[in-house]
């Protein structure tokens, strides 16, 4: 898996699923050694787990890492700090905010797959994507595209002979 490496503080980073992450703090090394660091998922603490390490790399360089991101990982991160200035641990002695989003992998899904009707009969195709980022669609009919067609369903309102084709739908995530 790809590694990515960045600093706490600055603005939103995005992975792919499955990359390692890893977000450095630190300070200066003519500044105060840094005694102690929490880094929150929101407001929640993190433990150290199979997937979340956190190592302390100098006395003034910590770093937390995301073992195979998932979107499950998607959120706003902070990191309160310590040092050895400090009278004790609190956002107000130090915090750095960041947010992690994890690009997966989509999910289509097209209702019906296949349709028969009848002539005179009224028929919807819904297209539904499952992803991080919200999906443009295009609907083509015998690999044309149908004029107009930007929305997640396409429908046939008193099918006729000519309706009767082949109907496809493209979806694209933009980064």
Same mark, same amino acid.
Do not use: C, M
């Given at each position: 898996a790809t590694t990515t490496v960045t600093q706490?503080?600055?603005?939103?980073?995005?992975?792919?699923?499955?990359?390692?992450?890893? #977000?450095?703090?630190?300070?200066?090394?003519?500044?105060? @050694? +840094?005694?102690? !660091?929490?880094?929150?998922?929101? #407001?929640?603490?993190?433990?150290?787990?199979?997937?979340? @390490? +956190?190592?302390? !790399?100098s006395s003034t360089l910590f770093k937390l890492t995301i073992s195979g991101s998932t979107a499950a990982d998607n959120g706003d991160y902070a990191v309160?700090?310590?040092t050895s200035s400090?009278?004790?641990?609190?956002y107000k002695y130090g915090i750095r905010e960041f947010t992690i989003k994890v690009l997966g992998t989509p999910v289509v899904t097209v209702t019906p797959a296949t349709a028969r009707v009848t002539e005179g009969s009224d028929v919807t195709f819904t297209c539904v994507v499952q992803a991080?980022?919200?999906?443009?669609?295009?609907?083509?009919?015998?690999?044309?595209?149908?004029?107009?067609?930007?929305?997640?369903?396409?429908?046939?309102?008193?099918?006729?002979?000519?309706?009767?084709?082949?109907?496809q739908v493209s979806c694209r995530l933009y980064r």
């Open positions: 706490a503080g600055e603005t939103a980073h995005t992975w792919e699923a499955g990359q390692n992450v890893i #977000v450095e703090f630190g300070k200066n090394s003519n500044q105060h @050694t +840094i005694e102690q !660091v929490i880094w929150y998922n929101g #407001v929640y603490p993190i433990t150290e787990d199979d997937r979340y @390490t +956190i190592t302390k !790399v309160a700090y310590k400090d009278a004790q641990l609190s991080s980022q919200t999906p443009t669609y295009t609907w083509l009919k015998n690999n044309v595209t149908v004029t107009g067609s930007t929305a997640e369903t396409i429908g046939i309102t008193n099918a006729q002979h000519e309706n009767a084709a082949e109907y």
